[in-house]
């Protein structure tokens, strides 16, 4: 499925912590996060324990940008254009689903 069950962090505190601590990130499950304006973004995975793709979304939620990134790695993840979103997602899941930069999302806030 291309359905995402995702945590929203849409405060300043809410996306520093974003998922870190984690142990596991279950498959179709994320994070969404959500900025004020478009801008250039940047995430990195300290105290993130599990391998994630992220995708970066731009004021219309076109995914302009999807990378990989490592637990632990402190080296910084720049998306390539700016982005109002970003979701992170378990390795492997854009993939998996066939999702490519260039498609656009739909978000359901609030959904059981």
């Known amino acids: ?11 300043n505190e809410q996306r ?10 279950p498959e179709g499950t994320g994070m ?4 004020e304006e ?5 995430f990195w995975m300290r105290n993130t324990y599990v391998p994630l793709d992220i995708a970066f979304l731009d004021a219309e939620r076109r ?10 790695d402190e080296n910084f993840t720049d998306s390539s254009a700016p982005a109002m979103f970003a979701l992170e997602v378990p390795l492997g899941w854009f993939a998996r689903t066939g ?4 498609m656009v999302a739909t978000f359901v806030f609030g959904a059981p």
């Open 1 to 11: 499925t291309d359905t995402v069950r995702a945590e929203v962090a849409r405060t």
């Open 16 to 25: 520093s912590r974003g998922l870190m601590y984690r142990e596991e990130l």
């Open 38 to 42: 478009m801008a250039p973004r940047s």
């Open 63 to 72: 995914i302009v940008d999807i990378q990989q990134m490592e637990p632990l």
């Open 99 to 102: 999702i490519e930069v260039g």
């Open 32 to 35: 969404l996060f959500v900025f």
